[in-house]
């Protein structure tokens, strides 16, 4: 046992009314909705380098927290490592998620990087072992040594392309080992700064080398898992491949990985490419893609990626609603990509930031089952295309009817359609009864 945590004790349900600030309001982990434990539908994960790694820098000013396991080398990460764990236990959540260089640092070369990052994997494996955590997933950052300025697997470089394989490969059979139960791939720097430099069709045919080349490492170890992109539209390279949802789609059905690999979908993401959170879970679920979600906020006024911990609870239900729709995220879950703020420095900050995170997506949840349970919205959603379930514009749909046929369809009936509302008002209403 650390006195990383001294004097704070694990956080308990208490209900709406508790003023104790250290317990859940509305996180209560094994009330069942709709017919499933809370914790179950959201499989909630800690992000180990937003609560572990994060030092609380911004671009005019470095490090404010003082964590004993900084610049402390393999006997730091060890210590991070028991921290990480009683943490864990405190906040009582199931899973977590990492990148390599925030459980054991980076070596001169990757021999040394794959001996530090294994002997701090054994001692995470004892801990999985001992408190019964497990992995949500495992991911190798591919983006803040200096070697990837220019991307991973799209660098133009193809030693900078190998050096990358070499450490997703330790990652992804640490991950494995650990029965993680994802691996995502998030862009980091694959895409580009200027067109001046950049040749988009090579970087693409690469990067879809490199996927694939994961997809049969995956598959010869006996991975189980699911492997997830995470999609962004900037941010650190001014263009990103990876832009959204249906960006990501496209690039994989271009190369056949289409059934491959999900979407981790993050809220922060979202906002940055011009879309709300939910349209980018409809969008992924609509094409079969919907994984795992990486939960957060952005400051809207701000416009950068801002990863504060989930406050809206309206938000939430809309994300729910689709989640619950398609039977849940399977072996996906909710990380919370998400980090307290610079002057949050005391050990408890970070227990408070992910209370409001996990009773946030309380509500959210509790809000969309009732909707769902309600009926009314479906069957108002139902009725609007119930056009659709006629026989004529089914076969319409199905590719039955040519042009000229619809066309005749249309004189031979004399129709002339008749605009409906499309009541939205009356739904954001509706919503309302149940957020
Ligand atoms: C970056 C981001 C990453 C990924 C994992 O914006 O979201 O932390 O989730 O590499
Ligand atoms: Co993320």
Same mark, same amino acid.
């Given at each position: 046992?650390?006195?990383?945590?001294?004097?704070?004790?694990?956080?308990?349900?208490?209900?709406?009314?508790?003023?104790?600030?250290?317990?859940?309001?509305?996180?209560?982990?094994?009330?069942?909705?709709?017919?499933?434990?809370?914790?179950?539908?959201?499989?909630?994960?800690?992000?180990?380098?937003?609560?572990?790694?994060?030092?609380?820098?911004?671009?005019?000013?470095?490090?404010?927290?003082?964590?004993?396991?900084?610049?402390?080398?393999?006997?730091?990460?060890?210590?991070?490592?028991?921290?990480?764990?009683?943490?864990?236990?405190?906040?009582?959540?199931?899973?977590?998620?990492?990148?390599?260089?925030?459980?054991?640092?980076?070596?001169?070369?990757?021999?040394?990087?794959?001996?530090?990052?294994?002997?701090?994997?054994?001692?995470?494996?004892?801990?999985?072992?001992?408190?019964?955590?497990?992995?949500?997933?495992?991911?190798?950052?591919?983006?803040?040594?200096?070697?990837?300025?220019?991307?991973?697997?799209?660098?133009?470089?193809?030693?900078?392309?190998?050096?990358?394989?070499?450490?997703?490969?330790?990652?992804?059979?640490?991950?494995?080992?650990?029965?993680?139960?994802?691996?995502?791939?998030?862009?980091?720097?694959?895409?580009?700064?200027?067109?001046?430099?950049?040749?988009?069709?090579?970087?693409?045919?690469?990067?879809?080398?490199?996927?694939?080349?994961?997809?049969?490492?995956?598959?010869?170890?006996?991975?189980?898992?699911?492997?997830?992109?995470?999609?962004?539209?900037?941010?650190?390279?001014?263009?990103?491949?990876?832009?959204?949802?249906?960006?990501?789609? #496209?690039?994989?059905? =271009?190369?056949?990985? +289409?059934?491959?690999?999900?979407? $981790?979908?993050?809220?922060?993401? @979202?906002? !940055?490419?011009?879309?709300?959170?939910?349209?980018?879970?409809?969008?992924?679920?609509?094409?079969?893609?919907?994984?795992?979600?990486?939960?957060?906020?952005?400051?809207?006024?701000?416009?950068?990626?801002?990863?504060?911990?989930?406050?809206?609870?309206?938000?939430?239900?809309?994300?729910?609603?689709?989640?619950?729709?398609?039977?849940?995220?399977?072996?996906?879950?909710?990380?919370?990509?998400?980090?307290?703020?610079?002057?949050?420095?005391?050990?408890?900050?970070?227990?408070?930031?992910?209370?409001?995170?996990?009773?946030?997506?309380?509500?959210?949840?509790?809000?969309?089952?009732?909707?769902?349970?309600? #009926?009314?919205?479906? =069957?108002?959603?139902? +009725?609007?295309?119930?056009?659709? $379930?006629?026989?004529?514009?089914? @076969?319409? !749909?199905?590719?039955?009817?040519?042009?000229?046929?619809?066309?005749?369809?249309?004189?031979?009936?004399?129709?002339?359609?008749?605009?409906?509302?499309?009541?939205?008002?009356?739904?954001?209403?509706?919503?309302?009864?149940?957020?």
């Amino acid at each position: 046992m650390t006195d990383f945590f001294k004097g704070l004790s694990q956080v308990k349900y208490e209900g709406p009314e508790s003023r104790n600030p250290l317990a859940f309001r509305h996180y209560n982990k094994d009330e069942v909705i709709a017919g499933k434990r809370m914790e179950d539908h959201v499989r909630p994960a800690i992000a180990y380098w937003h609560t572990f790694a994060q030092e609380g820098g911004d671009p005019f000013g470095g490090r404010t927290f003082d964590r004993p396991w900084f610049d402390k080398g393999m006997d730091g990460a060890k210590l991070k490592t028991e921290v990480a764990f009683e943490f864990f236990d405190l906040i009582d959540v199931p899973f977590f998620a990492f990148h390599d260089v925030d459980v054991a640092p980076e070596g001169e070369t990757l021999a040394e990087s794959n001996k530090n990052l294994r002997i701090i994997g054994d001692l995470i494996a004892a801990n999985m072992q001992k408190s019964g955590k497990k992995l949500l997933w495992g991911t190798a950052n591919l983006f803040s040594n200096r070697r990837y300025m220019a991307g991973a697997a799209t660098n133009p470089d193809p030693e900078v392309f190998a050096y990358a394989a070499g450490q997703v490969k330790a990652v992804l059979e640490l991950t494995n080992e650990l029965g993680g139960e994802n691996y995502v791939l998030w862009g980091g720097r694959e895409g580009y700064e200027t067109l001046l430099n950049t040749k988009i069709g090579q970087e693409q045919d690469q990067m879809a080398r490199f996927l694939t080349l994961v997809i049969e490492h995956a598959e010869k170890i006996g991975f189980k898992g699911q492997i997830l992109i995470e999609p962004k539209p900037q941010e650190p390279s001014k263009h990103q491949y990876d832009y959204d949802v249906a960006t990501v789609f #496209g690039f994989l059905q =271009k190369y056949g990985l +289409e059934k491959k690999v999900k979407c $981790n979908i993050e809220v922060g993401h @979202a906002f !940055l490419a011009g879309h709300s959170f939910e349209h980018e879970l409809a969008v992924a679920s609509s094409l079969g893609m919907l994984g795992s979600v990486d939960a957060n906020r952005n400051d809207l006024q701000s416009g950068w990626d801002t990863d504060h911990f989930p406050n809206n609870a309206g938000e939430m239900a809309l994300a729910f609603y689709y989640i619950i729709k398609q039977g849940g995220l399977g072996k996906g879950g909710f990380n919370f990509d998400a980090k307290v703020r610079r002057q949050s420095l005391d050990p408890a900050d970070l227990l408070h930031g992910h209370i409001l995170g996990l009773d946030t997506l309380a509500r959210g949840l509790k809000g969309a089952a009732a909707l769902i349970a309600d #009926g009314e919205f479906d =069957k108002l959603l139902d +009725e609007r295309y119930a056009g659709w $379930n006629q026989k004529g514009a089914a @076969a319409m !749909l199905k590719g039955e009817r040519s042009l000229e046929e619809i066309a005749a369809w249309v004189h031979a009936e004399n129709i002339n359609p008749q605009p409906r509302s499309g009541r939205q008002e009356y739904l954001e209403n509706l919503v309302n009864r149940f957020v």
